[in-house]
Structures are given as structure tokens and as C-alpha cells.
């Protein structure tokens, strides 16, 4: 328990302190004119009150990922809240925080558009790429996931093929009109039930006396089933993705910047929406450690289900907070992953019509784009859902590494503290490669020549920010002395 709480006070002390510094270090103007309001075109530029963008944000960066992260994470033990509450903190907040404010200055322009700005069109060109397939897979993920549910509970009338046409004809519908009407008005709505969903299941675990693991049980042993087959490091720090850092929440925070009315509400939008997330994932990895009475049985009961988180949920939803816990069960795994879904392929559609430069003020413009997607979108739902979900964790950290090493260019070329993201780049480019060369999906080598290999390659692109960094200054220091003199 001591574990768990005081995971939960650095998140809430991470917002109110680490959060305020970051927010001092990128130099907040709140008399500058927003993107919501100089490139308002009644489509995605839209100014909304603060707390309808916070929900929204909230509720698009976590749809299934801090609920199916942690309760997968939670099989390696009490790690798991070590790493979502200083993932959170120190990398994940940090990185939303930056994605949205820095798409926020570049006109609301997407991700792979402001990373291009600092990486160089090499970059831009592979960034642009990557978030739009993966923007894909998250469409398709949170398509297949809530179409078998829905399948289940219609059995008789309504088929997994039937669901599947409907949440796409939803997706459409949902991308295509302005984000004021299904998203600015209902989003908020789910976003809170998600967050009530949390707190219902805390709360019920501290009345029904549950029993948290805490460090006394082994704070770094690996208590997976397979521990020789999924070693905490990189495995981990995949598996739990939305809790702690994730690439897909690069794509969504520019949809946020070109709704706020001021620069002053990115703290709370952005670091805020992570640390709520990551309390979510946090409450999900202490109930998933503890409902079945150990790790040790909810590995047991993870390999009997076919490692399905969903079983999970519905559990312990059931099992703690009733009738009311199962209707909560249902929206947390259908509405919310849905509702994730779509603002994905909204992602998707502005990525390609900013480096298209086209107007989305025409539904044309927006049809244009969107069918060719949801057409790529629609075959990929016949791939098998596993592979799908494993490239798609991958690829999320791997979008997250890239923005957090653009972003530490940026802050180089501002003489500013890059130090802030330059940890958690090389720290998550370690992850990512470590992963690639060790994985099943990826290479399969053995873990000691993946990790050996990952940290050289590392140690490479850390050597090479190095050499940017000092060729930077001497440009600088060359440039001060020419004025000077």
C-alpha cells in the first residue's frame, strides 16, 4: 500500500511542481493570439472552454491504455507503479506537454509538420509516414476490440461483421463533422465516466480492504510468468505505454492546441491530461495485482484467458462494484477505445492535409482524404488482431522517441534546459531498439546481444546530439564575436 501511495503523491506532486517548471522553462505567453482563433475555419479550429479540452484530451489519449497497459503491466509486479508514476512525471507528461504547445506556436500545425521543423524533411518525410500507420492500427485496434464485445452481448442478432460496419460508419461520421458537435459536446461526458470508473474501483478496493502489493514482496523482481521471455527491461516499458509515455499522444495533443483559447491553459490540458491518465493506469495496476489475491494469480488467470485484459476488467468491475460496475465495464471497454478510434483517423486525415496543404473547410477536401484511409483501415481489420496490437506498441514508443529527441533540439536551439527531454530519449531509444532486436515480432536475438546492440546504437545518436550540440554553440559563440567585434 505504502508503495501505491506514495506513487500516487509523486504524480500529484509531479503536476503542481514539475509540471510548473516545465511550464517556466517553454515560456508561456498568454497574450499571444491562438491558433483557435487566427486560423478559426469551423471544422478543427474551434475555441472550447479549458475543462471541455481538458476531458477531451483526457479521453483521447487514454480510450483502453491505461486500463489494458497496467492490468498486462501488472503481471511484472510492483515495478510496474515505479515506472508509471516517474514514466508519467519525468517523460510522459513532459512530452504531451511539449507536442501540444509547440504544435500550439506552429499554427496548430501536426506533430510530424513541428518534429520536421527540428529534425530536418528526412525526418519529416519518415515521421509523417509512421504517424499515419500508426494512427491506422489504433483505428483498427480500437475497432476490433469494442466490435467482439458488442459482439458477445448482441449473440443471436448482432454479428462481429455487423459491429464492424457500424463503428466505421460512426468513425466517419464522427471525423468528418466539426470538432464541436460528437466530440466538443459527448467526449467530455466519457472522459468523466472514465475517470469516475477509477475512482469507483479505489474507492471500493480501500472499503473491501483489498490488499495492495507493496515493495516488501520484491520492488524489482520480475514476477511474470515468463520472465526469461519477457524481462522487465524493454518488455515493460511497452507493454505499459499510455500510463507512462506514448507516441499516439503526440497526434493528439495538436488537435487540443487548435482549441485552446490561451496559452496558459496548456499546463492543465496537456501535463494535467497525463498525470490524470497515468493515476487511472496506476489504480488499474494495484486492482489487477491484488482482486485475484496476488501476482502470481493474475498471471495465472491471464494465461488462462488468453492473456485478454478485457476478461479482466470486466472482473473486477463486477466483482467490486456490482451491476453499476458492469455497466461501467462496458462503456470503459466499448465507448471509450471507440471514442479513441476515431479522433485517431481525425489525426490521421490533418497530418495528411497539412502536408498536403489542403483546406479542410469543404467536406470534400475532408472526403477526399478519409475514404482512401478507411478503405486501408477496413482491410487491415482482417490481419489478425495480435500482430496488429504488437507492432502497434512498438510503433507508439518508437513516435514518442523521435518527438522527445526533436523536442531536445528545439530546446538546444532556444539555449534552454534539453537535458529535461534528452534523458527520456535516450532512455526510450534503448527501449525501442532493445525491444526490436529481442522481441518475437522484431528480430528474436538473445537478450544479452539485443540489450549490447541497443545500448551501442543508443550511445551513437547520443554522441551525435552531443556533436550537434557543441557545433551549435560554436556557431553561436562565432556569431557573438563577429558582432562584437
Known sequence: MYLFIGSLVILILGY?????????????????TTPAYSQNDGVDYIPLPWWRVFLVQFLNIA??????????????????????????????AVHDFFCGMLSLRNNGLSISE???????????????????????????????????ILAELTEGWGSMTMWVAVIFIYY???????????IGKLYPVFGFVLLFMAVSILASMW???????????????????????????????VTIACGAISGFHATQSPLM?????????????????????GIVALIWAAVSMSFFGGI??????????????????????????GTFGSILAVLGVVAAPITSGDT??????????????????????????????????????????????????????????????????????????????????????????????????????????????GSVITLALTVYFAWYTVKLNRRRSGSFKAVTE
Open 16 to 32: 503542481f511542481i514539475y509540471g510548473r517548471i516545465i511550464e517556466k522553462l517553454f515560456v508561456v505567453d498568454s497574450n499571444s
Open 63 to 92: 480510450g483502453l491504455g491505461p486500463i489494458f497497459g497496467a492490468v498486462a503491466g501488472a503481471m511484472w509486479g510492483p515495478v510496474a507503479f515505479l515506472w508509471i508514476a516517474l514514466g508519467c512525471v519525468f517523460a510522459g
Open 114 to 148: 513541428v518534429i520536421g521543423k527540428y529534425l530536418g524533411l528526412g525526418m519529416k518525410q519518415f515521421m509523417r509516414v509512421i504517424t499515419v500507420v500508426l494512427l491506422i492500427m489504433v483505428g483498427v485496434v480500437f475497432i476490433m476490440g469494442p466490435a467482439k
Open 172 to 182: 466517419l461520421v464522427a471525423t468528418l463533422l466539426p470538432i464541436d458537435k460528437i
Open 207 to 237: 472499503y473491501q480492504g483489498v490488499r495492495i502489493p507493496d515493495w516488501n514482496v520484491g520492488l524489482t523482481n520480475n514476477f511474470h510468468n515468463n520472465p526469461s521471455g519477457f524481462p522487465i527491461f524493454p518488455m515493460l516499458f
Open 257 to 277: 492546441s487548435r482549441c485552446l483559447q490561451n496559452e496558459n491553459q496548456g499546463r492543465r490540458v496537456f501535463y494535467g491530461a497525463m498525470i490524470v491518465e
Open 296 to 321: 502470481s494469480e493474475l498471471n495465472e488467470i491471464m494465461i488462462a484467458n488468453g492473456n485478454n485484459a478485457g476478461f479482466i476488467v470486466n472482473e473486477i468491475s463486477v466483482g467490486l462494484l
Open 344 to 453: 485517431a483517423f481525425r489525426s490521421a486525415r490533418l497530418i495528411i492535409s497539412d502536408f498536403m496543404k489542403m483546406e479542410q473547410g469543404a467536406i470534400k477536401n475532408r472526403l477526399i482524404i478519409c475514404l482512401p484511409l478507411f478503405a486501408i483501415a477496413w482491410v487491415m481489420t482482417q490481419i489478425d488482431f495480435g500482430i496488429i496490437w504488437r507492432y502497434f506498441a512498438w510503433l507508439n514508443q518508437v513516435v514518442a522517441t523521435v518527438v522527445l529527441w526533436g523536442v531536445s533540439v528545439y530546446l538546444v536551439q532556444q539555449a534552454k534546459n534539453f537535458w529535461i527531454t534528452l534523458i527520456p530519449a535516450i532512455f526510450m531509444s534503448m527501449v525501442v531498439f532493445t525491444y526490436f532486436l529481442f522481441a518475437g515480432e522484431g528480430l528474436g536475438w538473445s537478450y544479452e546481444w539485443a540489450l549490447g546492440i
